[in-house]
């Protein structure tokens, strides 16, 4: 100190709450020792209690140790630790001055022996009796404390050790279990009759245990050779009493701990000791699943060792088939949810066990992963949380990364409770809400209050959304449902287990698991996890064998990316998503094994929403920009296309877009990729705008998976003859970039509906189309144009067009008669040339009866009839136009509802079969499997093939007779 500051200002500076307190104490040391006392300032600096430590040291300075310890500059900063650390500790010291010997050295770990040894040697014990009163055993666990709690606050980073100080404490726990019961039987008559064992639970039995706790045992008794076994019983009994009794008194030495003893069988309402049989009948029969769970953490701890090791051989094959009991799950659940909402509301969001992303909640999840996982996993059959955490990610359970952020919020969270704990030895989890109290906690961790209060709130919500991902998976809830055999996935087991769940070929589906599990590496690790829950997913689609040969290859692609694996273990969503996926269609699949990163689509209903056509081309735009070799900016465009149709199709399989979101979306795609491939075009061809006009389903927004892109082409006026070729090349490049042939999906453009059709230019002026059809164009080119809007390119140019044909689409009073018969003819002519010999007519989805060309004619008809008069009916879109005629009353009610609804059943079952075959097809399925496949993804349950077949035939008669109604007479 120096001599030019007072004492009050410097104490003050220091950090000393009473400064005046302080200077007071120092100034008798100087009177009584005569000169500047011999203590170092700074070593106050990391104490929690710098007043309670100086008042403390102040008590103890007039023993003779006093001199020893201020000459040991370590020995005094133990003491003071200990001291500032924990009221109770220090007037135990304070008490017996003479205990702080016990810091002279640095504590080291003793172990269970050692500790046993530590209070053998305290309460004289001779021959297994104690020869001090328990008092004797009360201090010598204060003392074991100061011990522990000296290398815990010296440490300088305790969550480096605080597993270690956890199971100093369980040992010294399992130290005062063996001695108390020592004197319980040196108390109870006739103890000698009995066998008793007493079996550490919770976090005594997992060596977890805190400063103060209640430590929970069971206790098991067998009478000796010879001696009744009721009376035994009732000797027992009175020991486990009078052991409780003695741990828990309150004397001048204080308290012990709680003995607790209410997880044993029946819980407070069953007898305190059973006998090993009456336990086996009441776990074998009886037991519930949350003490199967507790169970978990049993072992031996005092008494006789022989007697606990038979109990836990009985019960440690019961806990690891817990799992597979009916409603373990959900119990577990509703449990750990329970328990949060019986937390004060006050004390909610500073409770460190129990509260959301506290203690509980890691300790429930390591436990639920190993009683769900253990089940076929001897390595992660652990019972502490630290060994528990640690084995599940060695084992692949637990990705690394989120284990070291698990390990690190248990661990802080753990001194946390320490700290808390220890400050007044008081068996409490809430953090304090005094600021003082606060920040002595922290000053104890080496931080300030606000930096703890942020550490604590950060670790909350890292483990909270851990837990939740663990917790709720369905990969867990899968794999609980399968059974220990099912998880084992032996040869036998597997093929047994693949016939039941209805695989074709469970050799061939055998060989694939063997391929995906064989090797040692943590990819297969993963793989064991994954495969019995995924053998289940895999049978909820149509082609469990198609599913698994298509993981398989999946897998072997993406085998070096460590975040596919991951993600399907820790995101159980995404795994049961991907089962569904390649168990149902062979154009995901396709897609999928072109580019498999798109599995990470499957995380996300978000990143599943079909973007816009004008996002697409942005991205398509800006993927070209960034190469300046073409062949990479259009493999980058194809890419991209290929990437948004692998989107549409995921959200189409999973359910997540209907008919309309679809054909919309694969329209907006069409038209970025057009525009893409005339922006790539342009590198090569300077040429003037081109606006593209979308026809048919494209230009009704109706496309299928397997649609073209049929399409018109203009250029401004006045444009030169030469600027014209230009146009062409440039369009026809630009189909040749998208249309080409490859390994990704072409969208290939026909503009065969051009006017004098292929025999016409590719590329006309916007005046020339006009003049065409204003003078030339037939009947079908009117109806044509019903389904025309801007499509790409410059959008304008193609209004101009559109604009000036609505005279000639929507012509004033309609058809005439003989255009009528025009119509009808023509149709008829092409039913009859295009539906393909050999397949039957009413299997024929586009051109048979009630099919896409009944309900499109009839729809296009009455457009052609009626828009000139009514506004509403000139729209491209087919279900637009038919909801616009019911409301005019132009049809009924009942006919626009049995043409949608054909209309709408084609279209999927297109759609459907395209998805599952991976190829297009107009034709009804006869192959009762793939028509069981395309039912499966219209959501039709399982084995309702039949129905889908007669609900499509019903729907499209019923279209077929309202067309005959409308189209035909």
Known sequence: ???????????????????????????????????????????????????????????????????????????????????????????????????????????????????????????????????????????????????????????????????????????????????????????????????????????????????????????????????????????????????????????????????????????????????????????????KNWEFQAMLKARPAAGDRQLGEAFVELVWPMVWKAGERQEFLSEARAMRERVISLIPSKQADREIKLGKGGLRDTEFSVQLLQLVHGRADDRIRVRGTFEGLRELVDSGYIGRSDGAQMADAYRFQRVLE???????????????????????????????????????????????????????????????????????????????????????????????????????????????????????????????????????????????????????????????????????????????????????????????????????????????????????????????????????????????????AVGTALSDLASATIDAGLFLARREIDACDVGVIALGRWGGYEMSYSSDADCMFVVPDGVEPEEITKATSLVRRAAEIVGKPGPDPALVIDSDLRPEGKGGPQVRTVGSYIAYYDKWASTWEAQMLLRARPGAGNRELAGRVLESTDRFRYRDGGLTQQQVVEIRKLKARMEKERIPRGVARDRHLKLGPGGLSDVEWTVQLLQLQHAHAHVELRTPSTMAALDALAELDLVTAQQASRLAGAWRRASELRDAMMLVRGRASDSMPADARELAAIADVLGYPTGQASRLDDETRRLLRRAHEVTEELFWT
């Open 418 to 660: 320490h700290r808390v704990q220890l400050r007044r030895l008081r068996r409490t989890h809430v953090l304090p809400d005094e600021d003082a109290a606060l920040s002595q906690i922290a000053r104890s961790m080496g931080t300030q209050a606000d930096d703890l209060m942020k550490q604590w709130r950060d670790s909350t919500r890292k483990v909270r959304a851990l837990q939740q991902r663990i917790f709720f998976s369905p990969l867990l809830e899968a794999v609980s449902a399968v059974s220990t055999d099912g998880l084992k996935l032996t040869a036998d087991a597997a093929k047994t287990r693949m016939r039941a769940l209805g695989f074709k070929d469970p050799q061939a589906a055998l060989g694939h698991i063997q391929a995906l599990t064989r090797s040692t590496d943590r990819a297969a690790e993963i793989q064991r996890q994954l495969l019995p829950a995924m053998l289940g997913w895999f049978a909820e689609g149509p082609n469990p064998d198609f599913g698994l040969l298509a993981f398989r290859q999946l897998s072997e692609a993406l085998g070096t990316a460590s975040w596919y694996l991951r993600a399907l273990r820790d995101d159980g969503y995404m795994a049961h998503r991907l089962a569904r996926i390649a168990s149902s269609s062979r154009y995901v699949v396709d897609l999928l094994s072109r580019a498999p990163d798109m599995i990470r689509m499957l995380g996300s209903n978000e990143e599943l929403r079909p973007r816009s056509a004008q996002e697409l081309a942005t991205s398509m735009q800006r993927a070209a920009s960034r190469h300046d070799d073409l062949d990479k900016a259009i493999a980058s465009v194809r890419a991209l296309r290929r990437s948004e149709l692998c989107r549409i199709a995921l959200a189409d399989v999973l359910g997540l877009a209907d008919l309309t």
């Open 1 to 287: 100190m120096s001599r030019y500051t007072s004492p009050t200002a410097e104490f003050a500076r220091r950090g000393f709450e009473s400064a005046t307190s302080a200077a007071r104490v120092w100034e008798r040391w100087q009177s009584r020792i005569g000169e500047e006392p011999p203590v170092d300032l700074a070593l106050f600096a990391g104490v929690a209690d710098r007043d309670q430590a100086l008042d403390s040291l102040e008590r103890i300075s007039a023993d003779p140790v006093f001199d020893e310890v201020i000459a040991d500059e370590a020995w005094l900063r133990r003491l003071l630790l200990v001291l500032g650390g924990s009221s109770v500790l220090a007037q135990t010291l304070v008490r017996h001055p003479a205990e702080v010997v016990a810091l002279r050295e640095e504590p080291r770990a003793r172990g269970p022996e050692g500790w046993l040894n530590f209070f053998a040697d305290r309460v004289g014990l001779v021959d297994g009796v104690p020869s001090d009163g328990a008092d004797a055993l009360r201090l010598a666990n204060r003392i074991a404390l100061t011990e522990i709690a000296a290398r815990d606050l010296g440490a300088s980073d305790p969550a480096t050790i605080v597993d270690d100080i956890a199971a100093e404490l369980a040992a010294v726990a399992d130290a005062v279990l063996e001695i108390s019961l020592a004197y319980a039987r040196a108390e109870v008559a006739d103890s000698e009759l009995v066998r008793i064992a007493v079996l550490a639970m919770g976090k005594t039995g997992a060596r977890e245990l805190n400063y103060i706790s209640d430590v929970d045992v069971v206790y098991i008794a067998e009478p000796v050779d010879g001696a009744d076994t009721e009376r035994a019983m009732q000797v027992a009994a009175r020991l486990a009493a009078a052991q409780a009794r003695i741990c828990s008194a309150h004397t001048a030495e204080g308290t012990i701990f709680q003995v607790d003893a209410a997880l044993r069988p029946e819980g407070k309402a069953g007898p305190l000791v059973r006998t090993l049989d009456s336990a086996r009948v009441y776990y074998e029969k009886w037991a």
